[in-house]
Nanobody, 118 residues
Framework: QVQLVESGGGLVQPGGSLQLSCAAS????????MSWYRQAPGKERELVAS????????NYADFVKGRLTISRDNAKNTVYLQMNSLNSEDTAVYYC???????????WGQGTQVTVSS
């Protein structure tokens, strides 16, 4: 059974930082591209960042502007999203996704809420 379990969300003040984690099980983690998406109330889910299976290639949405960093530890089957200089527009549910395009496999986590508010 495939599981992606996000953690690390919560309430943070503007300008603050959070680190999200997504622990995977039931897949060969090192074979999957991992991504973070987010969905704010009333908006569509959008890609935040993605990282290649080996961790050497990273892609970020334009709105990240150097504030967020994606990383992974294949030994721990975990992908991270370090978020700095948070603002109210970052408030959303953050989801991790595992993709193995060659096999057309994709899995989602259940999401973790991030709220940026004073």
């Amino acid at each position: 059974q495939v599981q992606l379990v996000e953690s690390g969300g919560g309430l943070v003040q503007p300008g603050g930082s959070l680190q999200l984690s997504c622990a995977a099980s039931g897949i060969t983690f090192s074979m999957y591209v991992m991504s973070w998406y987010r969905q704010a109330p009333g908006k569509e889910r959008e890609l935040v960042a993605s990282i290649s299976s080996g961790g050497t290639r990273k892609n970020y949405a334009d709105f990240v502007k150097g504030r967020l960093t994606i990383s992974r530890d294949n030994a721990k089957n975990t992908v991270y999203l370090q978020m700095n200089s948070l603002n109210s527009e970052d408030t959303a549910v953050y989801y991790c996704k595992a993709d193995r395009g060659s096999l057309k496999l994709a899995y989602w986590g259940q999401g973790t809420q991030v709220t940026v508010s004073s």
